[in-house]
Nanobody, 120 residues
Framework: QVQLVESGGGLVQAGDSLRLSCTAS????????MAWFRQAPGKEREFTAA????????RYADSVKGRFTISRDNAANTMYLQMNNLKPEDTAVYFC?????WGWGSNDFWGQGTQVTVSS
């Protein structure tokens, strides 16, 4: 099994920055592909960013391109999401996910989430 724990969320103002972390433990060798998702109140969970094990493949949702940067430190079993120029519409619970394939579903590993609130 794999356990994922997110941290770094908080309350910030529009234009501020935050860095989220997702630390993995357990069978971490299976964490080839990792991703961030977010869920705003009353909305479906949505894809935000993803990264392959080597970091050679990275994808972003259009809504965060140019503002968010995903990265990972495999030695530390940690993935990051640097969020700059935050907007009120970025307010959501942010979840990290890990999978052995490029795709993250209910059968993969998920963290409990960290709240990000951006005030205008």
């Amino acid at each position: 099994q794999v356990q994922l724990v997110e941290s770094g969320g908080g309350l910030v103002q529009a234009g501020d920055s935050l860095r989220l972390s997702c630390t993995a433990s357990g069978r971490t060798f299976s964490l080839r592909y990792m991703a961030w998702f977010r869920q705003a109140p009353g909305k479906e969970r949505e894809f935000t960013a993803a990264i392959s094990q080597s970091g050679s493949t990275i994808r972003y949702a259009d809504s965060v391109k140019g503002r968010f940067t995903i990265s990972r430190d495999n030695a530390a079993n940690t993935m990051y999401l640097q969020m700059n120029n935050l907007k009120p519409e970025d307010t959501a619970v942010y979840f990290c996910a890990a999978s052995s394939t490029w795709g993250w579903g209910s059968n993969d590993f998920w963290g409990q989430g960290t709240q990000v609130t951006v005030s205008s």
